[in-house]
């Protein structure tokens, strides 16, 4: 599991090791990572040029060590002030013993700033709020042909939410130091820090309210039949699902579920059918259910269909239509559940589930804060689908998704979610455990879908290139499930983490 740590938190884990070298540890750490990166470029440091965009305080303070430790080894280093009077001392003098050349000119930093082989984003650290300054504000969209590599943070992004105001740098690579921040793997600020490279430095923080699972943690969790497995035992799941508008939410829902180790499916809707023709093991009479699945595309029949799956003292899964009439009912239609229930909007949903208080962008722009919210005020746990799927429990704990593709952005890939959790809900997992592995394993589908079901390539860590993927239909993301669960299962440690680019 990776663990995001607040501000806050890392100053407290900071204070409790005062008197040790910190920075010294962040600043060997971001070196080598920056040696590495210039070989790779260019083949060697001597004679690269690089440019450090410094700030005040002890981010800017780890940059210029940085640069002075590049130019030590040869590279040609200069230096931009953004806060001269504010300048790290201790950095900015190792920086001109090395013969680093400074500079406080913007049309001279911009100038460096096209021509660099690579860029140390110093401007501003964890604790900087409300975007960019006017004088950093241009370095976020000149030109650049350099790899730009990001400190602690990408200069303009919000560490403890990924909110990005204003204004900020989109790194190429984000070295960080001591633990994640939540800023880094939630969007639009996780879109901002590229990859992520973690340097410990020895801080021990607290356990963390906002993590991200790996393979690992997968594979721990996700249910296995035993020799004494039936149906029941594995979970059966029932779904109330599709019209006759919307056949294909049926048949994608009942698809997630049964490639998402169900037990068995009992569907209870129109288009029954055309469910059992593509599905023949599917249950079309009623009976006993370990979890409800209610929603996708199921039209005219939605208030009925989410009667029947509220009034059952079993876990529920509300997504599509189904999450368009509670908002209509709102947070008390849930008030007297003991079950536990799962909601899964997107964005717009969310908006509405929360009243109209919000528009779907500012959900988009704050998804930290909206996830947290509505699961406060339903009592319920939400999954937050979009570019990074944000899982919130109503104590404000978070489980941030870090698998997935642009190319799930498709018709009825919610619905083979919405399906997969509900079968993870009926094999025994709560929701807070069903909806993370839920969605790693849909993002997971995606990409080995997308690469024509070869494992993608690795990254440091986070999202991955997507050279090599084509596009996918949710029908292919539901046919992947059986390969993306074989690849969080077959074996532990670096094989899996490699396949999706995620580290430790």
């Known amino acids: 599991m990776r663990h995001a740590h607040t501000v806050e938190e890392v100053r407290a884990a900071e204070a409790a090791l005062a008197g040790q070298p910190l920075m010294d ?201 035993d020799r004494e497995s039936d149906k029941y035992r594995r979970g059966v799941v029932g779904v109330l699902a599709g019209s006759e508008r919307y056949p294909g939410a049926a048949l994608l829902a009942v698809a997630g579920a049964l490639h998402g180790g169900a037990g068995a499916v009992r569907y209870l809707g129109r288009p029954a059918e055309e469910v059992v023709r593509r599905h023949p093991e599917v249950l079309l009479t009623g009976g006993r259910v370990q979890s409800w699945v209610v929603g996708p595309g199921s039209g005219e029949d939605t208030s009925d269909a989410l009667e029947i799956a509220l009034a059952a003292e079993v876990p529920v899964l509300v997504d599509a239509d189904g999450l368009t009439e509670l908002a209509r009912r709102g947070p008390g239609a849930l008030a007297g559940r003991t079950a536990p229930t799962l909601l899964t909007p997107h964005a717009g949903e969310a908006a509405r589930l929360l009243g109209g208080e919000v528009t779907a962008d500012q959900v988009a722009a704050a998804r930290l804060r909206y996830a947290r919210e509505l699961a406060a005020r339903y009592g319920a746990v939400v999954l937050l689908k979009g570019s990074s799927t944000v899982v919130a429990r109503p104590d404000g704990a978070v489980r941030v998704n870090p698998t997935g593709t642009g190319w799930l952005a498709t018709a009825g890939s919610g619905d083979v979610l919405a399906g997969l959790a509900g079968a993870l809900l009926a094999a025994g997992l709560p929701p807070f455990d069903a909806a993370p592995a839920a969605a790693y394993l849909h993002g997971l589908a995606g990409r080995l879908a997308a690469a024509g079901n070869r494992a993608p390539g690795s990254g440091v860590i986070g999202t991955v290139s997507d050279r090599g993927e084509a596009p996918i239909t949710a029908q292919e993301v539901a046919a992947a499930l059986p390969a993306a669960w074989r690849d969080v299962t077959a074996s532990q440690g670096g094989h899996q983490q490699a396949s999706t680019g995620l580290g430790d």
């Open 25 to 225: 540890r962040a600043v060997a750490g971001l070196a080598a990572t920056c040696v590495r990166l210039l070989r790779e470029r260019r083949g060697r440091v001597y004679g690269s040029r690089v440019l450090v965009l410094a700030g005040s305080g002890d981010n800017g303070g780890d940059a210029l060590f940085t640069g002075a430790a590049l130019a030590r080894r040869g590279a040609a280093v200069s230096a931009v002030l953004l806060s001269p009077e504010r300048a790290h001392p201790g950095g900015l003098a190792a920086f001109r013993a090395t013969g680093g050349q400074v500079t406080v000119d913007q049309n001279v930093g911009l100038a460096d700033f096209s021509r660099a082989d690579l860029i140390l984003d110093g401007i501003v650290g964890i604790g900087g709020r409300g975007g960019l300054r006017p004088a950093a504000a241009p370095y976020a969209s000149a030109p650049r042909r350099g790899l730009l590599v990001a400190v602690d943070l990408p200069s303009g992004v919000d560490a403890d939410t990924g909110e990005v105001p204003g204004a900020a740098l989109r790194a190429d690579l984000t070295v960080t130091f001591g633990t994640y921040k939540p800023g880094l793997l939630i969007d639009p600020g996780a879109g901002h820090a590229g990859p992520v490279q973690l340097v410990p430095i020895g801080l021990r923080p607290p356990t963390a309210a906002v993590q991200a699972p790996q393979h690992a943690d997968l594979a721990a969790l996700l249910p296995r039949p």
